[in-house]
């Protein structure tokens, strides 16, 4: 939806708030702590409102971001919507910012949590790790732009701030459940492996990518300690399971949203709102669990186990290049 589309939408959706009709410019200044004249362009749409912004008039004035952003019917009458888009002017940040509608309309709820199973890592947990991030972009490019020219990792550019806004999004949720594979850690080499055997990476900047990793499997080490977002008093549950999954699995399971979010190749997403596709997903889920071992927290053996894996796996499969 363009942004002026939206707008269309979020104006009289906002001035239902404000049956008097007056006055109601100073109480949205307050609001949003902005001076009249910039919500009076916000409005008008000669300024764009930020995320942020949006998020504080749902949460302050009940509006739906759902509705307003996705649109009322739009999950109605298909069970899936897919969010493929294989034209060329299509850019990384489009598929990125695709894939964290779900995020934002999460947090409308008082109390948002998701839910994630993944074989590879938990990129919303690490993704302001710039070199993991620009690997994800190259993956992106090959898998989706059928790009194949050998460019020096550290030359791909990345917005550094919008992925740190993806990751601040993220922990703002009450609560987050993982489920990575045994095999997290042996998965990632193999990416890396593979790029390598093409010719798209290159010894150096595998050995560059074994430290990002080291330091990765530390925060996450850190994590598990704990049970939180380091800094936040966010709940974070880790658990690891002997079983790989074909896609990554996001749900969301909110007051006032229910989604779930598949990630394929790489940022594309299909995602769906049908109650019943919703539902079944979910019993996947809670299977998937049943088969996972906590390692957060009280899952003290299990996690010696996980992490003794995870760096053996590292070295044996990028210790000798």
Known sequence: ?????????????IEKNFPEGKGYISKLSRILNLTNRTVSRKLRGEVQFTADELLTLANKLNISLDNISLGEDKYRHAMFLSTFDWSPETDYQDAITEAMTPYLL??????????????????????????????????WLYFNKGYNKSIPLADYQIDRDFHKKFDDIVKRFRESTYIVSIN???NIAEEILYFYRIKLLTRDEIKELK???????????????????????????????????????????????KMVHITAFFHNTIMSKDNDTIEIIKH????????????????????????????ADLETKLGNL
């Open 184 to 186: 997290m850690i042996s």
């Open 1 to 13: 939806m363009e942004y002026k589309e939206m707008l269309q939408k979020l104006v009289p959706a």
């Open 211 to 257: 430290k990002t990793l080291l330091y990765k499997l530390s925060i996450m080490e850190k994590i598990c300690l704990t049970g939180y977002y380091p800094g936040t008093n966010k709940i974070i549950n880790l658990f690891f399971s002997e079983m790989n999954l074909p896609n990554d699995i996001i749900i969301i399971d909110t007051d006032n949203i």
């Open 106 to 139: 999460a947090l409308e709820s008082p109390y948002p949590k998701f839910m994630v199973a993944t074989s590879t890592y938990a990129d919303t947990v690490f993704y302001d790790l710039e070199l993991l991030a620009k690997f994800d972009y190259l993956k």
């Open 284 to 311: 996947w889920y809670q299977t998937y669990l049943r088969t996972a071992n906590i390692i957060s927290v009280s899952g003290e053996m299990n996690r010696i186990k996980f992490f003794q894996k995870q760096y």
